[in-house]
């Protein structure tokens, strides 16, 4: 048998301190449950009178009563915890007291019940026939039950009955100590460790699991404010991660005070506390509330436990250790390289489409220069902390010194969703610090060989995104191609232009289908070089928001177009509306609500004039999020367009739900609308499922009157595209309108 640790080898119950534990009113012990069964009225008035204030073996006396054999059965079946049955032969027939026998040992299944046979007629159930040939523990005259004689019958078969119980007791226990250990053993971390001692000491007494398991990682002097909750059970369950000394209850607090001033096991009146010493002076001391005394059975047995689960407790520390070593990274205390690796495995088995996404901080190098190691170390920590915080379902570890992995389910590591971690600055010192992260992605599929392949995959994804877009993404594929140079120095220009008021915005009209009359306009952002070239939208927008710039240009483009439609209020009579793209990066941002805000209140506009434009494909992500943001703009006054709708998946049910105003008809359902093979089915679908859901419809890039006279036939709202105006500029904008308040006369 293993040796047993110094404190834990005997079960010691101390004698309560009155100064320290608080009082606890003493259990009074439950009965001796005992069944009369007589269908003579008398009889069980005798028998009560007999046992009337009598204790047995330091117990009280229960009586139930019964006055026939299937009433005896009732009670039987529904009462618990009978020890004895005093049994009349003669009732409804001669034999129904030798029929009940065999009905409660092979029927019922009470084995350990002590039957006591009762008769005023002895032949009709002659002793030695009854005792031979039924399952019963005495046989008794009536006329011989007196006091004295019914008191040393009762306590001989109730002695015989807590024998039979306890043995059992012990059998079941010893079976459930082993079992435990086996478990307890086996257990994830010392934290499901310590829960699961709860349980065991639970099961094992019979009693509820709520308890208490604290410890000590380290020697401290001020032992008594260092012991911390590592795991609570039942009314307890609040308690975790709490100070000792912060414990509510102040039973428990003091209970356990005790338990570790005395470095011994306590059994009080009203709770069990063990004590264990673990190697590295890891102490543990587990609490469970008591509803009643513990027999001499269940002592015995707490004292095999604790033996267990000493021994359990140092190879639970000593494989603690090692896995820790072996898997977690020594600076931040989070999984390392080689957990990482193995996790991907489980990720892969357990999620239908799993993600390695690796995240490097960019320019850390120059960062820890700047601030100095120890700083730059806290702000690793925080990345990581951000990270657990941001992504709890997904495995997060460090893999080398500035990046970080992740493994988990597709959609929630997406490209946006890790970023936007990053979009607030780090607190350094008082200091606010802003960094940016790069990200290489792996999605895993069947082929996928193993954890260190996925690694090795999404960390050629990451060179490649480093090598082309610092602050972007890159996706692993076979035929990943080399970014070049350009692309650097377009976001270098970019940032640039932006800062040098390189940026200008167009508008372009949007008009009634049926008049022509202008109803709104969009602002578009554009860029013009220093040498007069125009880069096109979709060259710097992508790299705008990769690069997390679209946070600050969409905010100078919604200030911008917001004070332009001041303007033209004042230069025209048409009632314009003006419709501003938002893209998912700004829209997804914690601060966008206050930047709209901001922008209605510096402005000075209408919201009921602004339209905010926002793609099919960021409705359909995180639904239940953006919901919530479309509703708290539509609070506001401010209208909502789907954009390029019919190029996503929105369902019907969900668009229901949103918060929408108008839906915007894709140029390439436009551009079907001409022709000999004019095909206008889709065009008028999205215009019907509109009319059904009160919605208006706008349709982009009309370029022919062709085109025009179909979505007058389909009923369209409005139209916008090259047939009615061009992208203009203010000045050539306010003369267009000009032009349309002329034609309108």
Known sequence: MPERPEHDDVLTFLEEDVDTVAASVPH????????SVDDDDDVHVTTQLALDRVEILGKPVELLKAYSAQEALEVLA?????????????????HAGLDIVDKIRNELGLVDLRIVLRTGQPGYAPE?????DYDINDYRNKSELTHTKLYTTLTSVIRSYSQIRALEASRKGLELITQSSGELI???????????????????LGLADDGIVCTRVNNQADAGHRYTVVAASGRYQLAVNKQLNELEDPNAKCALEQCIEKKHNLLLDNATVLYFSGRSGCDLIAFLDQTRKLDDTEKRLLDVFCSNISVCLNNVLMLSKLHHYAYFDSLLDIPNRLAFVNSVDEYKANIAAASVVLVDVD???AINDTIGISNGDFLLGAVAQRLKDEFSGSYIARVSGDVFGLVGDREALSPEKVREVFYLPFDMAGQDQLISVTLGLYDLDDKTESGQEALKKANIALKKAKESLRGGHCYFTKEMEQETETRFRLLHNLRKAFDGDRLFMMYQPQVSVADGRPVGVEALLRWRTEDGAMIPPDRFIPLAESSGLIIHLGEWVMRTAMLQLRRLQTQTTFNLRMGINVSMAQFRHPEFLGVLDRAIAETGVDPSNIE??????????????????????????????????????????YLERLEVDRLKIDKSFVDKLQGDTADPRLSEMIVNLAKDLDLEVIAEGVETDEQLE???????????????????????????????????L
């Open 128 to 132: 030695l026939e009854a005792i031979r």
């Open 363 to 365: 320019q850390f190098s």
């Open 186 to 204: 086996n257990s994830k971390g010392f934290d499901e460790f310590s829960l699961g001692i709860i349980k065991q000491l639970s099961e094992l």
């Open 28 to 35: 009074k012990p439950d009965p001796w449950r005992v069944l």
């Open 78 to 94: 529904t009462e618990k915890g009978i020890a004895v049955v005093l049994l009349d032969v003669v009732m409804e027939d001669d």
């Open 710 to 744: 179909w979505l007058k036939k389909i009923n369209c709202d409005e139209a916008q595209g090259y047939f009615f105006a061009r992208p203009l500029e203010e000045t050539w904008l306010i003369e267009w309108l000009r032009e349309q308040e002329q034609r309108l």
């Open 612 to 653: 905010l434009e926002v793609t099919e494909s960021i409705a359909m992500i995180d639904r239940l999020a953006v919901s919530r943001t479309l509703s708290s703009i539509a609070e506001r006054g401010v209208k909502i367009a789907i954009d390029d709708f019919g190029t996503g998946f929105s369902s019907l049910s």
